[in-house]
């Protein structure tokens, strides 16, 4: 399995969930897990896998997140399994449609992915976090459930 796990994070949460889903890809293939602002087109060829997360920044994704998927190539996912993640304050159902994950989603199906599974969201404390306790062992499972639902685990 070539899997990879590209984040955005601004206060240290997001990458924290995105290095345990990583870790938890290892112990079934090679995972690489890379900053958004580092992702080139290059780094989508040969991928199994492709799981995204940034923070929820206002009901939206981050300003500095959106430019760079229209720098991509169009199809550069070519029908490779997708998969997102946010990181967010705990909000009401009226307001969980409006998460970064849902938006990065749909990013990723334009590029050609296939999405295989429900984005997630993985919960902060405060503005700045910290996550709430249990989130990362949250993160692990739901990596589990990821590289099923691509056929890889």
């Not at 050609?112 to 993160?139: C, H, M, N, S, W």
Request: proline share 6%.
């Amino acid at each position: 399995m070539q899997a990879l796990v590209v984040y955005f994070s601004k206060f240290g949460n997001t990458h924290k969930v995105a290095e345990v889903i990583g870790a938890e890809f290892r112990t079934r293939g090679e995972a690489r897990v890379i900053n958004l602002n580092e992702l080139a087109a290059d780094d989508l060829r040969g991928v199994d896998l492709l799981v995204i997360g940034t923070p929820t920044h206002r009901m939206n994704l981050p300003e500095v997140v959106r430019p760079i998927f229209e720098e991509l190539p169009k199809r550069a996912l070519r029908g490779a399994p997708v998969a997102a993640f946010d990181t967010s304050y705990k909000m009401s159902k009226c307001l969980m449609p409006f998460t970064a994950a849902k938006k990065l989603v749909g990013k990723l199906r334009k590029l050609g992915g296939k999405k295989i599974i429900a984005p997630e969201t993985f919960f902060v404390e405060d503005r700045q976090g910290p996550l709430y306790p249990g989130e990362l062992e949250r993160a692990k499972t739901w990596a589990k459930l990821v590289m099923r639902r691509a056929g890889l685990g």
